[in-house]
DNA sequence: GCTTGAATCTACAGTAGCTAGAGGATGTAA
DNA sequence: TTACATCCTCTAGCTACTGTAGATTCAAGC
């Protein structure tokens, strides 16, 4: 039986977004001591797990919610977990090409501006020229 | 002369997006019609898609802040300048690393589930298996 | 010149996904 | 049994927006 804070430094998580979890109805509500004090068990750190390495692959808290409706309803296609997953791959891609021009931009500023002053610095006009955006207009957000 | 819807459009932001960058000081306060609906001019068309562009790369406003800054002090050093662009182009870079393993990940998950049922299906092992987790426990923030 | 309706205004509340702090109770090891 | 780390609840704060209400303004058509 784990203590919240044990379970927090098994995932990588704060105390406090664990009982957020629950609160959110993330996680269930787990057993208590008679002092009140939460205990938990393996179901409990495998599903924390699992919410973190999602959390830490992009995807927001209603994807892994799908997600792990699904898990708990394994009689569902799979067809379900499929389309989020090519939904998160699809915004995965955009980001990485944008962060990839931007990459390129940063490197050459960092090569040219040696002793220069900001006016002869194209950082600034690469990222504010509309001509040189191709994926306009598109979401930003998890 | 802009209106702020127009430059909402031309900037794929929302109306009360500009408001809020104008509240926390990224944007300017613009010029005024007598009835005092704001009216933008090209130099803030420029600023925020600055803007715009670079929150779609990940920065945070607090970064963005200080490229306007340099942007808005040319007399100062590049060095500054430069700093920042190498503080920048680590986070990208590990941004990169982070994003690119999530696709092989996606990837992968598409690929072995097909047409199954979500019992048969890794993606959730995946995600809650501890031993295939290999950057564990590190920062997801911005 | 007048009307109409879309767009704008301010102000405030709500969202996601946490994070921090106060003030007090509990658990455990020496 | 005492010290003190950890836990509890509750509340507020954070970033970066987004939405709503109710009033005003602008521009086009008649």
Redesign the pocket.
Known sequence: ML????L?KKTGT????I??YEQIGLMPEPG???????RYGDAELDRLSFIRHS?QLGF???AIRELLDLSDHPEKSCDEADAIARRQLRQVEQRMARLKALRTELKRMIHECSGGRTADCRVLEVLRDHSECLTEHDD???
Chains 1, 2 share one sequence.
């Open positions: 203590t919240i804070g044990n927090a704060k105390v406090q977004t009982r957020y208590r001591t008679e002092g009140g004090q939460r959390r927001s808290l209603d930003i957000g998890a």
